[in-house]
Each structure stands twice: as C-alpha cells, then as structure tokens.
C-alpha cells in the first residue's frame, strides 16, 4: 500500500511510520518539517502548512494514495479540507480522542455508544466530535472513513505528562529526590499506551474494508493508576518515589492555569473499552512494556535537554509545605 500520513512526525505518527516500513509499505508524509529528528530517507516528504488549505489541497489533489490517516485534523474545517485533497482515497484515517466522551465520563470501560460530552467543551474535543461527525456523515456515499480514537499514549519525542499538570519538571524532581504532588492520592485511572503499541493497531487498520465507517478505541485494554504510574517513572530513574496528596480543588485554586487540566481530564477516571478494535483485530494486544516505554521516553527526553529543571518552580515546594504544615497541626 501507498499511504499519506498528514503530520508524520509526532508521538504516534512517528511510530506508524516505523511499522509502515518494516511491513513493506510507501509512505509519503505531509508537514511543515519543524520536528528535530529527521525521518527515514525512504520516507517522501512533501513540506507544507495545512493551515493553507489552497496549497494543501492542490498539492495532495495531484497525487494518488491507497490510505491517508490524518494525525492533525482538529475541527470540522480540517476535516473537509481532508476530504477535498484526497477526494479518491481509498480509506481515510481520522484521529480523533477519547476527549470526544467528556468529562463528565459516565461510566468505567466506556464503549463507542457512550455520550459525546465533549462536544460541550468549547475546545479541543467539540473539535474533534464536530470533524468526526463530518467525515462519518459522508463515509457510506464517498471516502470510506475510519475514526480512531487513542487514549494517553506516549514514546520518544513525546512529552511524559504526569497527573496534575504538563511540565517535564516532575522528572527532575524526583532525580533530586524530592516528593511530587498527587491530587486524591493518584488513585483515578487512566490507559497508557506506548506509541508502538498503538502503530501497530493503525497499520492494521490500513486497507481494513471491516473497518470502514467504524469509530475504533486505540486503548491499552489494562488501566493503571497514576500513582502506579509516577511509580514506573521513578522505577526508571532509579529513585525511590515520594508523593504529597493534595485535593485537586486545592491545586485548582493554588494555580487556576497549571493546574486546569484537573478540571477536564486529569482529574477523571478514564477508562474506555478496547472491544471496538478487539473486534476487527482481534490479534491486537500491547506488546511494550510500560517500563520498557517509559524509559525510552525519558532517554529521548533526556537526549533532548526536554527535562525542565525544577529549581525554577518554587510553587510545588510551597504547596508541598503547607500540605504537611496542616497535617502536623493537626496529627
């Protein structure tokens, strides 16, 4: 097969690059080039900003592809402006996520049928449930559409997020052996998935006619807890972990900003169910250890000089201190 991939450099598309090639496909990507690793010299790479939808259009409109998986389309402009460039393709990849379902999650394992409340958050994923909608609208009477929807999934030239907020400063806290903060005990669950794990799952999908006009969950089938998370992390780095338990609503108030992502997803259980991929692949299972993806993340990061230094962040010691100045006042 000849597959466009639109972005190609980022956390996951850089996977499913990988695995395109180790299974004999062409690859040609589409991006503006500005991503610090280069790619593979038997990928094609055509340079170009999506954002100038003339010039997106008109350059992918004189080429031919058997998939297009488009990594970057955030709203239902992106979507239709997909759908003009590679009118005649013959399966089209969305990207969407799992923030398409809230908050509010309704419930744990949530399968494809649940409620899209994230319709309802002004951003990020009323975006994407608006271009999901879109290309899922059209699909039985023109390109045959595929929705993926991946949870946390993370690898090398990717960010290590952790539970309260997304600064890379977490890591150097605990290489210099102090605590970090958990909201509630980091006892909520989210699905990490290693970004090979999830490339396998799209290439699978590449050329797939049973999955054409089917929303697909790319989850890791197995929820961790935060906590057993920064645990991995700490594991790696060959530290002991040492966390303070704050209430999120306290970290919201601290730093309405930082710690704004409590407020969405953060702060949530965020288990959905992987039946929706089991179902059309059944062979798929993640095959990296977490541990194993974990440390490859913080070599890159590391590599990369990406490991904010923490010294330059006094408000998690503040908030750590006058976590304990309480409990001692009131043990």
Not at 17 to 41: A, E
Not at 212 to 228: F, Q, R
Not at 249 to 273: E, I, M
Not at 308 to 322: F, G, K, M, Q, W
Request: hydrophobic share 45%; aromatic share 8%.
């Amino acid at each position: 097969m000849h597959v466009l991939i639109i972005g190609g450099t980022g956390n996951i598309s850089r996977a499913i690059v990988q695995v395109l090639l180790r299974d004999g496909h062409k690859v040609t990507i589409y991006n503006r080039g500005q991503r610090v690793d280069g790619q593979p010299s038997d990928v094609e790479v055509l340079l170009g900003d999506r954002r100038d939808r003339a010039a997106f259009e008109a350059l992918l409109q004189t080429r031919s592809f058997d998939v297009a998986i488009d990594m970057i389309a955030f709203t239902a402009d992106d979507a239709a402006s997909t759908l003009r460039a590679v009118p005649n393709v013959g399966q089209l990849i969305q990207t969407s996520t799992v923030m398409t379902y809230g908050p509010p999650f309704t419930a744990l394992y949530q399968g494809t049928d649940a409620p899209l409340n994230g319709r309802h958050d002004g951003g990020y994923g009323a975006g994407k449930v608006a271009a999901d909608e879109l290309l899922l609208g059209q699909s039985a009477s023109g390109v045959p559409v595929t929705i993926v929807k991946p949870s946390f999934t993370f690898g090398p030239g990717h960010p290590l997020f952790r539970q309260v907020d997304w600064s890379m400063r977490w890591l150097d806290r605990l290489q210099k052996g102090k605590p970090i903060i958990e909201a509630a005990e980091g006892l909520n669950y989210f699905q990490f998935l290693p970004s090979a794990d999830a490339a396998e799952a799209y290439v699978a999908l590449c050329g797939l006619s049973a999955a054409h006009g089917k929303v697909v969950h790319v989850v890791n089938p197995h929820a961790t807890t935060w906590h057993e998370w920064h645990g991995i992390a700490a594991q790696v780095l060959g530290v002991p972990l040492e966390t303070v338990s704050v209430p999120w609503d306290v970290l919201v108030a601290a730093d309405a900003k930082r710690y704004s992502a409590l407020t969405t997803c953060l702060g949530h259980n965020q288990v959905f169910s992987a039946d929706s991929l089991l179902a059309l692949v059944p062979d798929w299972q993640p095959r990296v250890p977490l541990l194993q993806a974990v440390t490859e993340t913080i070599e890159w990061l590391q590599r990369h000089n990406q490991i904010e230094d923490c010294e330059s962040d006094p408000l998690e010691d503040r908030i750590i201190a006058a976590m304990r100045q309480i409990k001692a006042t009131f043990a």
